[in-house]
Antibody
Framework: QVHLQESGPGLVKPSETLSLTCTVS????????WSWIRQPPGKGLEWIGY???????NYTSSLKGRVSISVDTTKNQFSLQLSSVTAADTAVYYC???????????????????WGQGTMVTVSS | EIVLTQSPGTLSLSPGERATLSCGAS???????LAWYQQKPGQSPRLLIY???NRATAIPDRFSGRGSGTDFTLTISRLEPEDFAVYYC?????????FGQGTKLDFK
């Protein structure tokens, strides 16, 4: 059974960089897309971006310029960095797996089938 | 960006009743890549339906999804006590992936 576990500081100061890692166990990080999703307290879900095991990335436009997602296949981990944080970045951050295969004229995806338990990050001085 | 609008915001029903949740998209969803998730307090979302109508692994058959283009529904045929939760739709056919604002299913 695949298991995802987020880790990282629970408190980050305004203007600093939020850094989280997701460790994947029970399966390989290869051939899947790996996303970060966040949920502010009492609110809905927001997709942040994904990384493919090759290192290819895609981010939501509202965070472009502040966000970076990377992968380390040797450790079966992928990571999120979000710079210049403000109180608006306070949220539960989830990592999730997306089985997706790209073809020449399209792709086949099965949505987010496995999620981590989430980690709460508070931005405050 | 594709905006997903879920209705109703809150649905109050009793166990044994049928629940119908709606998700409307601001434009047609590529390949009908529309998913439904269930989220209970303090838990991460759980995938119920992908590709608009395909049940995910180990999801009971009382959950069903249908729709295409811009209009989608999730139906729970006979509510069990454990089904009372928040439900989100999500499109993953175009970047950026987007979620609806959620429908809360609570006890009447």
């Amino acid at each position: 059974q695949v298991h995802l576990q987020e880790s990282g500081p629970g408190l980050v100061k305004p203007s600093e960089t939020l850094s989280l890692t997701c460790t994947v166990s029970g399966g390989s990080i290869g051939t899947f897309y790996w996303s970060w999703i966040r949920q502010p307290p009492g609110k809905g879900l927001e997709w942040i971006g994904y990384v493919y095991y090759t290192g290819t990335t895609n981010y939501t436009s509202s965070l472009k310029g502040r966000v970076s997602i990377s992968v380390d296949t040797t450790k079966n981990q992928f990571s999120l960095q979000l710079s210049s944080v403000t109180a608006a970045d306070t949220a539960v951050y989830y990592c999730a797996r997306e089985p997706k295969t790209r073809y020449l004229y399209g792709s086949v995806s099965y949505a987010f089938d496995f999620w981590g338990q989430g980690t709460m990050v508070t931005v405050s001085s | 960006e594709i905006v997903l609008t879920q209705s109703p915001g809150t649905l109050s029903l009793s166990p044994g009743e049928r629940a119908t949740l709606s998700c409307g998209a601001s434009q047609s969803i590529t390949s009908n890549y529309l998913a439904w998730y269930q989220q209970k307090p303090g838990q991460s979302p759980r995938l119920l339906i992908y590709g608009a109508s395909n049940r995910a692994t180990a999801i009971p058959d009382r959950f069903s999804g249908r729709g295409s283009g811009t209009d989608f529904t999730l139906t729970i045929s006979r509510l069990e006590p454990e089904d009372f939760a928040v439900y989100y739709c999500q499109q993953y056919g175009d970047s950026p992936y987007t979620f609806g604002q959620g429908t809360k299913l609570d006890f009447k």
